[in-house]
C-alpha cells in the first residue's frame, strides 16, 4: 500500500511564495516518478511538474516553467514544489502523483494519489 500526503498550501498574495510537499509512505519502491498536478473546481486536473529518480530529469507545464522548481530529497520518497512568483491563477488544489508509466505529463498515468492541499493566491 502506498499513501502520498501533500502539506504547504496556504493563502498567499501575487508575488509571494510556497513549498508544497508530498511525502510517500508504504511502498517506496514505485515512487520512481513524482508529478504535480491542480486543479480548480469544473476542470480537468492540469500538470505543473514531475521528476524521475534520477533527478536530472525534471519536466514543466510552460504556465511555470521559471517559476516554480521541483524536486526530491535523498531518500527519494518525498517530492517538493518550490512555488515562486505566485500568480491568481495558480490558485487550486494541488496534488501529487506517483509511479505508473506512460507520459509524465498526464494524471492518467500515474498510480497513486493524495488527497490534495489548496492554494490559493489572492490578487
Known amino acids: 500500500q502506498v499513501q502520498l500526503v501533500e502539506s504547504g498550501g496556504g493563502l498567499v498574495q501575487a508575488g509571494g511564495s510556497l513549498r508544497l510537499s508530498c511525502a510517500g509512505s508504504?511502498?517506496?519502491?514505485?515512487?520512481?516518478?513524482m508529478g504535480w498536478f491542480r486543479q480548480v473546481p469544473g476542470k480537468e486536473r492540469e500538470f505543473v511538474a514531475a521528476i524521475s529518480r534520477t533527478i536530472d530529469n525534471k519536466y514543466y507545464s510552460d504556465s511555470v516553467k521559471g517559476r516554480f522548481t521541483v524536486s526530491r530529497d535523498g531518500a527519494k520518497n518525498t517530492a517538493f514544489l518550490q512555488m515562486n512568483s505566485l500568480k491568481p491563477e495558480d490558485t487550486a488544489v494541488y496534488y501529487c502523483?506517483?509511479?505508473?508509466?506512460?507520459?509524465?505529463?498526464?494524471?492518467?498515468?500515474?498510480?497513486?494519489w493524495g488527497q490534495g492541499t489548496q492554494v490559493t493566491v489572492s490578487s
Open positions: 508504504g511502498r517506496t519502491d514505485i515512487m520512481y516518478r
Open positions: 502523483g506517483a509511479g505508473g508509466s506512460g507520459s509524465y505529463y498526464s494524471p492518467s498515468a500515474y498510480n497513486y
